[in-house]
């Protein structure tokens, strides 16, 4: 232990020699640079004094910086976002000034612009060389836990601490059942591996479970369901609610805030999290007390949003800064060079990966990863009693590149390594902790229902409704003889061919997400107001009439647009249509001519052949939803290849049914009881809440004596 220690002190004490070195050399050049900074006398001095005046300056100012800079930060939270950044440079110019003056030697001066643009590119350079080196040592990071646990030991040892086990739910969004077992088949998650294989005289650490999803495969309800108990009236991702005139969007922190509302007023319960937990990352809070990048709070104002003070904990260290920047611009240039050779190698299912996509990849699988898990490791080391993270970064790359992708493997190697680095934090933290790891959702693969047909889902839609579509999807549409060598019948041709005869439009778009317009007494607002709204969620389509108030039935959409159901139900690319009726209460539609009453549907049967089991109960479920769609369209699925067409642009996409994206999994410690009866299947998130419930009602009633921190250890040997 003793060698430990020493090569700790050596390791830390020329890593600052190498930054105060870097420093110095960086003085010099400015000085030798920029007219207004000198270090040396009016009268000159020599090289050797110049050189002494630059290192003791930037000493002091690597000083000041120490000191004062985490009272700063501090201060920081209370200053808006956009003053922050001059704000930073404004005090690191000061610091230096102040260096300057104390400089024994006298001689620097500089003028207070020239100085801020001094203190920046030191900083920079400092940051830059102490990260670059906590980078290529393995163990920097591993050290800095060790002291922050010692510390909060220190902090801890004359209060009494829970004794029971907390539990660290970690979501990594997106990755299904079938792609977990076959990373953890080919090397590509040693540690996942190494929890489900043998510890030496012992069995596994931890169990691998499936679970099946809702009808919306998709963060929304899931993550409600899970963290609040209810995922009643969720049906997509986004959907029209004719009551309120508005489209929902579970990723909108308004929507979010209101779907929470909602679920706690339903289950009168406050959420997974509400006594002692953390929540970071995630759409909901789940009730915790302690939120970081949070969504449905980031609707509030005042004290009590807590959300982005996780970036600011995270940044404030320069070399989390500095690791962080470095990643992300080299996954910026990874996802550049990798859609790159996916254009020139004409790989197919492919989807538009420019403008601004590469940023949000490097935020989703760098930034957002990082700050996530650095608040976790924090809540661990401060004995949170639960918490529940969501990691995004796969769900994000597997969309645009597939959820078997090279680029996805990748990321699903670093999201091993950050579940190491949490089961390292987990031995060092103040309570023992059961790492429960589950994912929301999978995705299916497939190309996309416009890459296929030529036609976007609005396109047939507003065909079907006999309103002018673009002459692309005209184009599109006017194909439809070769439908004939397809599962769809001559019905729908006929439909298309009545809904041809309106006139094109003649600009080239028309969005799939119509905003309805509030201005009445315009011929323009009452045409908008009696369009569609069709909306995407993945291979599930809804399509809304929002001049109705109430949910339609099939009598009263055939009679409004007797061409519209047929059209959609028949085509090649959609699997079935669920509508409501006056005579069956609801029904499934398919091709030629396909009808089946809700009650008599079955899995495996008519239109929903091949969509495996519980779809006919995941349908009737979400026909049972107030806010359910005029029509709910789920596209074609092949059960023999997985694949379904998504609505939107993507080429790994989940929402809907069929395939991997309604099999996500639950990793779960063995110490904690099986979450269901051997044999049966968990299904939906809902019950997913109830089996995280009562394994926390487990950790805290049964304590587990905590092992003796380590100096008691080596006094006890």
Not at 440 to 465: I, K, M, N, W
Not at 647 to 672: K, N, Y
């Amino acid at each position: 232990m003793a060698q430990e220690r020493w090569r700790r002190l050596i390791s830390g004490v020329w890593r600052s020699i190498a930054v105060w070195a870097a420093s110095t050399a960086t003085m010099l050049l400015l000085a030798g640079l920029l007219p207004e900074f000198r270090l040396e006398s009016a009268g000159g001095d020599s090289i050797t004094r110049v050189a002494l005046t630059a290192a003791v300056g930037a000493g002091v100012f690597g000083l000041l910086s120490s000191l004062v800079w985490p009272l700063l930060v501090r201060l920081m939270l209370l200053v808006p976002a956009l003053v922050l950044g001059l704000l930073v440079f404004f005090l690191n110019g000061s610091l230096l000034l102040v260096a300057l003056r104390l400089n024994p030697s006298g001689r620097g001066e500089a003028a207070p612009e020239t100085a801020v643009v001094v203190a920046a590119v030191m900083s920079a350079v400092a940051s830059a060389t102490g990260g670059a080196l906590a980078v290529r040592d393995d163990d920097a990071y591993r050290r800095r836990l060790h002291r922050l646990a010692d510390r909060r030991r220190g902090r801890a040892r004359d209060r009494t601490g829970p004794r029971t086990p907390a539990v660290l739910f970690l979501q990594l969004d997106g990755v299904g059942h079938e792609v977990l077992r076959s990373a953890v088949d080919r090397g590509l998650m040693p540690t996942v591996a190494s929890w489900l294989g043998p510890r030496d005289d012992h069995g596994p650490s931890h169990r691998l479970t499936p679970w099946r999803t809702d009808w919306s495969s998709q963060t929304g309800a899931s993550q409600l369901g899970i963290l609040h108990g209810s995922n009643h009236d969720v049906p997509a991702f986004r959907w029209y609610e004719k009551d309120r005139r508005e489209v929902m969007v579970s990723n909108r922190p308004s929507s979010a805030a209101e779907l929470q509302r909602r679920a706690v007023a339903r289950t009168g319960d406050g959420g997974l999290l509400a006594d002692g937990g953390a929540s970071r990352g995630n759409l909901f809070s789940g009730g915790a007390d302690e939120v970081a990048l949070v969504l449905s709070v980031a609707v509030r104002r005042g004290r009590e949003n807590r959300s982005r003070a996780g970036y600011f904990a995270y940044f404030s260290d320069p070399a989390n800064a500095v690791r962080t920047a470095l990643s992300f611009l080299a996954e910026v240039g990874r996802e550049i060079a990798q859609s790159t050779r996916a254009r020139l190698a004409r790989r197919r299912p492919r989807v538009k990966r420019g403008g601004l996509y590469p940023l949000v990849r490097a935020f989703a699988t760098v930034v957002e990863r990082d700050v996530v898990v650095a608040a976790v490791i924090g809540d661990m080391l401060a004995g949170r009693d639960v918490i529940y993270a969501d990691l995004v970064a796969y769900d994000e790359v597997a969309h645009h590149s597939g959820p078997h992708s090279g680029d996805a493997e990748q990321v699903l190697r670093r999201l091993d390594r950050s579940l190491a680095l949490l089961a390292q934090v987990a031995e060092h933290a103040p309570r023992p902790y059961r790492i429960v790891v589950l994912s929301d959702h999978g995705q299916s693969p497939g190309e996309t229902f416009r890459t296929r047909y030529g036609l976007g889902l609005a396109d047939l839609v507003r065909a079907g409704c006999g309103l002018g579509v673009p002459r692309r999807a005209a184009g599109a549409l006017a194909r439809v003889e070769q439908w004939g060598s397809t599962h769809s019948g001559t019905e729908a041709r006929a439909a298309v061919r009545v809904a041809l005869r309106r006139p094109v439009e003649e600009h080239a778009e028309i969005e799939e997400h119509i905003a309805v317009e509030e201005h009445s007494g315009t011929r323009r607002a009452a045409r908008r107001r009696s369009e569609p709204v069709v909306l995407a969620s993945g291979n599930l389509g809804l399509v809304s009439f929002p001049d109705v108030p109430h949910r339609m039935t099939k009598e009263e959409i055939d009679r409004r647009h007797p061409a519209l159901l047929p059209a959609l139900a028949g085509h090649p690319g959609i699997g079935f249509v669920l509508v409501r009726s006056q005579e069956h209460d609801g029904v499934v539609l398919g091709a030629d001519g396909a009808q089946v009453p809700l009650g008599l549907l079955a899995d495996g049967d008519g239109p929903l052949a091949g969509f495996g089991p519980g779809a006919a109960d995941a349908i009737r479920r979400t026909h049972s939803f107030p806010h359910t769609a005029d029509i709910m369209v789920n596209s074609w699925y092949d059960p023999v290849g997985g694949e379904v067409l998504a609505f939107e642009e993507q080429i790994g996409s989940h929402g809907g049914l069929g395939g991997a994206q309604g099999r996500p999994f639950l990793l779960s410690p063995v110490d904690l009881s099986a979450p269901d009866e051997e044999g049966a299947e968990l299904v939906g998130a809902e019950r997913l809440h109830r089996v995280f419930r009562r394994w926390l009602d487990e950790c805290r009633g049964h304590p587990v004596p905590l092992p003796a921190p380590e100096d008691e250890q080596e006094r006890a040997a």
